[in-house]
């Protein structure tokens, strides 16, 4: 299987943009998708010291999105395009919420976690193009229905779309 990691990242990075720390974000001061809370615990975890969100480094970014939403949500383990859909909606609203959109569009339990039976029916699943939409209709829904929906949601919705659209094109 290839390994589809650096093209997801490098679309994930277009939509997460740059530094930012809107007072509406719940998360905080944010750099290229990584809050600050995140970030630290990432440089605690190499024994490194605190430091900005602002400094973070290509190669921390790398890795942040490697082990905690690619490979967390075993999105090594999806077929393209369902891999991409994933991996970025478990940077935008965290892996478990993602995986239960994923588990819901497959029609199995929907407990947030993507183990041997998630990965199962996904293999099973014929038709990737229409699984996708499934996925993305279910994220847009549960993005609706967030408070922050009314100053996100313009953006979020581009997203989604082009999540949307960047998944059926790879999709085998």
């Known amino acids: ?17 740059g530094y930012s720390d809107d007072p ?8 290229r998708g990584i809050i600050q809370s995140e970030y630290d615990k990432y440089r605690w975890s190499k024994k490194l010291g605190v430091r900005s969100v602002r400094l973070i480094t290509d190669a921390e ?3 942040i999105y490697r082990n905690s939403y690619w490979l967390a949500g ?4 999806m077929p393209a395009g369902v891999s991409y859909v994933q991996f970025d909606g478990n940077v935008n609203s965290g892996v478990l919420q993602s995986s239960i959109w994923l588990q819901r569009a497959l029609g199995v339990a929907d407990d947030g976690v993507i183990g041997p039976k998630t990965l199962s029916a996904l293999n099973a699943y014929s038709n990737k193009a229409a699984l996708i939409d499934n996925i993305c209709d279910q994220r847009l829904k549960f993005l609706q ?3 922050t929906w009314p100053h996100f949601g313009k953006g979020w919705a581009n997203r989604v779309a ?5 998944g059926k094109a790879w999709a085998p």
Request: aromatic share 2%; hydrophobic share 35%; net charge negative.
């Open 1 to 17: 299987m290839t390994d589809l990691f650096p093209q997801a990242l490098a679309k994930v990075l277009v939509s997460e943009g």
């Open 24 to 31: 509406q974000d719940p998360g905080g001061a944010t750099n």
């Open 61 to 63: 970014v790398s890795d």
């Open 74 to 77: 075993k999105c090594d383990q």
């Open 145 to 147: 229905s967030l408070k």
């Open 162 to 166: 082009q999540v949307r659209a960047t």
